[in-house]
């Protein structure tokens, strides 16, 4: 019996410990310009150093957990500090049925993503 709860403790902080890592996999980035709209679209501008697509998409994740109360989020991200510099990645997520509308999607529970590897500059 005490075996069997030693493993069990032990699953358990090996677990906590693979959550803990995780939760620093998103690249650092900064959200150079925000905007509202009055249908309920938030646009953000995100400038990062990150350039692989699976970073990018991290970083859409993250921002998808903090901008939830308009109604959809449209997301531009630059490897520059400009809004005007090339994305490299465009996406976009939806909050509410209203925003799954604004945006196309089927489902709140996943976004959209466009790579552009082409603006990344090598």
């Known amino acids: 019996m005490k075996k069997v709860l030693s493993i069990i403790l032990f699953l358990g902080i090996f677990i906590l410990a693979a959550c803990s890592a995780n939760s620093g ?5 900064e959200i150079t310009n925000e905007n509202l709209e009055s249908n309920g679209t ?4 995100v400038s990062t150093d990150a350039t ?8 859409v994740r993250d921002i998808s957990h903090k901008y939830t109360e308009s109604d959809s989020v449209r997301i531009y991200i630059t490897n520059g500090e400009d809004r005007n510099d090339p994305a490299v990645m465009t996406a976009k997520y939806a909050n509410t049925d209203k925003g799954l509308f604004q945006t196309g999607l089927e489902s709140t529970d996943n976004f959209y993503a466009d790579y552009i590897e082409s603006n990344i500059d090598k």
């Open 42 to 45: 938030e646009h953000l501008t």
């Open 25 to 29: 996999s998103v690249p650092e980035y």
């Open 52 to 59: 692989e697509e699976e970073k990018l998409k991290e970083i």
